[in-house]
């Protein structure tokens, strides 16, 4: 199934995106990683910087478990980076989980 999230427009290229329409100008994302977020004019945030080095994944990862709503998403394919992700509750904001991580994630949800 494709993914129908579409990423806000000023995004830098790269896996991690702030996908278009949801942003709600928490303040969040750019509490815990300055470097890697902006605000556009309009008040949505972006990623704005890829992060590269393991400080800067880390403190990408951080910034999905203090976001207020779900907008911070990734889209690439590292297992290490989607296994964090699951590890913390957030892998349902990876867009494209293989079907052995997608278990693991479920394994993990209440009910």
Not at 86 to 109: K, R, T
Request: hydrophobic letters at 30%; aromatic letters at 8%.
């Amino acid at each position: 199934m494709a993914n129908s999230r579409k990423p806000f427009i000023e995004n830098t290229p790269g896996d991690f995106y702030v996908e278009n329409g949801c942003c709600t100008s928490c303040g969040m994302p750019t509490t815990v990683a300055p470097g890697l977020f902006s605000y556009a004019q309009d008040g949505h945030c972006y990623v704005s910087k890829q992060p590269i080095h393991a400080d800067e994944v880390k403190k990408m990862i951080e910034a999905f478990q203090v976001q207020e709503v779900q907008c911070i998403r990734y889209k690439g394919t590292d297992r290490i980076i989607q296994l964090r992700l699951i590890h913390i509750g957030e892998g349902n904001q990876c867009d494209h989980l293989p079907p052995d991580l997608s278990a693991i994630y479920e394994d993990q949800q209440p009910g």
